[in-house]
């Protein structure tokens, strides 16, 4: 089975959350592409160094100081970090970004944001060689273009492009709250992507939980099999997701 799992930021920044992860995700022998967020460290590291964090519809404005910092911290400390844990595990890490090989390429996403990009083609020829060899691809949200230009791109699209070029048949975004919930706020065991642009349209689903499930109807779009929105603080959470217990929210066409 292909899998991607894609990482929250929020649970990759203890030293305990990371570990665990690493260790549970390494026990499987499928192949498996791990993409990562990493927005809580970046604000972190944004205003340690005085650079004001603006936001335009949840999308951080990425100018040339923040495309310094997304370096430094999405593909440098985060992305090795997350490598190192996975060693640790067991596993046989290569952290990589969207530049590499030509993984994720994107475009500009609006003017005012700056240097963020949507992902517009994936070439998974990089990530079926490594999984084919056993190694465990640890991808940074990060993406370029063929003339060498670099952008921030949100995590879940990123998750998203990789998950359809590489024929993944489950996306499971691995995040900080329990599923998705609807208007009285209970968690929904399985949505249908009308169950889905429904919470948006009625505004119940708002912020990261609007991007998530518009990233889960795209992918589904795109030929993923199935999408699964569960809390990744729970132990054992991708074992018991992938022996078919009910974790979280499961999206389907």
Known sequence: ???????GGTLLDSVESRAR?????AVFKDAIVVVHGGGKQMTRYLTEHNVESRFVNGLRVTTPEVVDAVLKVFAGTVNTELVGAFRAAGARPVGLTGLDAGLVDAEPLAEDLGAVGKPVRSDAALLELLTREHYLPVVACVAGDAGGAVYNVNADQMAVACAASFGAERLIFLTDVDGVKDASGQVLESLTVKNASSLIEQGVATGGMRAKLEAAVAALDKGVGEIVIAPGA????????????????RIVS
């Not at 992860?21 to 995700?25: D, G, K, P, R, S």
């Not at 054992?236 to 974790?247: E, F, M, S, T, W």
């Open 234 to 249: 729970r132990p054992q959470v991708v074992a018991d997701i992938l022996a078919g217990r009910q974790i979280g929210t």
């Open 21 to 25: 992860l690493a260790a549970e995700i």
């Open 1 to 7: 089975m292909k899998l991607l799992i894609k990482l």
